[in-house]
């Protein structure tokens, strides 16, 4: 049954993933936007605009999407035997540094929330490269897995 079910498995895997790096690469975005804002009442109404939009993007979109690559993942490496591969371990590792950043993000949302936030628009923006520096890294791993066989 699970060799049926392999390749619907993966596909959710690839879709779960895709979600979770629109969100990882969006939020970042939301993240200069909002600290562009000026301070005080004028721009209250903006940024309370950007803290719902921050909160919901990571709670129905990131968090589910995270949590669903990181099953599906697992299950798929253990299913194929890859586990031992170095090549998956760089992956695994690269991966873990991703819901690292995704765990740094979620506090800048809090932060963001709470009026806490002390970095200004141009920390943002070279924050958002993290996520894509990653993936780019990880893809490559999946794909071409340089110097690790196939």
């Not at 719902?52 to 599906?72: G, Y």
């Not at 490559?140 to 110097?147: D, Q, R």
Request: proline content about 5%; some cysteine; overall charge positive.
């Amino acid at each position: 049954m699970a060799d049926t079910l392999y390749p619907w498995i993966k596909a959710i895997h690839v879709i779960a993933v895709i979600s979770w790096m629109a969100g990882l690469l969006y939020l970042p975005r939301l993240f200069v936007y909002h600290a562009s804002l000026p301070k005080g009442p004028a721009s209250s109404a903006q940024s309370e605009t950007f803290k719902v939009m921050e909160r919901r993007l990571m709670k129905a979109i990131m968090n589910p999407a995270m949590i669903v690559t990181w099953l599906l993942g697992l299950f798929l490496v253990w299913q194929s035997g890859f586990y031992a591969s170095g090549w998956m371990q760089a992956k695994f590792a690269l991966v873990l540094a991703m819901s690292g950043c995704h765990g740094w993000f979620s506090r800048m949302v809090k932060d963001f929330a709470a009026d806490r936030n002390a970095r200004n628009h141009r920390f943002y923006r070279m924050v958002n490269e993290v996520p894509t520096l990653l993936m780019v890294a990880i893809v490559i791993l999946v794909i071409v897995k340089p110097g690790f066989g196939s």
